[in-house]
């Protein structure tokens, strides 16, 4: 269906033009990625990250974004594409939230974070979108109920 495809071209767009900055400038996206690297260093308790690990981090997740948006846009495993680009929203999401004491200003991460809330619904949406067939699950549930009644049957 032409407004699927064309929905999941726009709703990989953002993703794939912050993937490939990310990728290409990943010292550019340090400030946004250290509060979500602090948060990960103090559940773990692990020692904080350099930048040049976070410089390594930011750059193989905006390399993996890249990828995951083209295959998206291209209509490959669109799916499992838009679960994955919603798992990589999640360091932004918590990145940018705006629910903690953080010396950055408040009102630019309320719409990075509203943004980054906007494109994780979007993926999950696009995640569970069955084009109208019906799901694994759906399918696995009929195939046990005809298998049970094949089996009430035989005895």
């Known amino acids: 269906m032409p407004v699927r495809s064309l929905g999941r071209v726009l709703l990989a767009t953002p993703f794939l033009r912050d993937g490939v900055d990310a990728a290409r400038r990943p010292t550019s996206h340090l400030a946004a990625a250290r509060p979500a690297a602090d948060a990960l260093t103090r559940l773990t308790g ?31 495993a669109p799916r499992t594409s838009a679960l994955a680009l919603a798992l990589l929203t999640v360091p ?28 994780l619904g979007g993926a999950l949406v696009a995640a569970a979108d069955t084009q109208g067939r019906p799901s694994l699950a759906w399918r696995i549930d009929q195939a046990r109920e005809a298998r049970l009644a094949r089996k009430e049957a035989a005895e």
């Open 46 to 76: 692990r020692p904080a990250a350099s930048d040049q690990d976070l410089v390594k981090v930011v750059r193989a997740h905006g390399i993996l974004t890249t990828v995951v948006a083209l295959a998206l846009a291209t209509g490959k």
């Open 92 to 119: 932004r999401l918590v990145a940018a939230q705006p629910f903690t004491a953080n010396p950055a200003p408040r009102e630019p991460r309320i719409k990075e974070f509203a943004q980054a809330a906007g494109l």
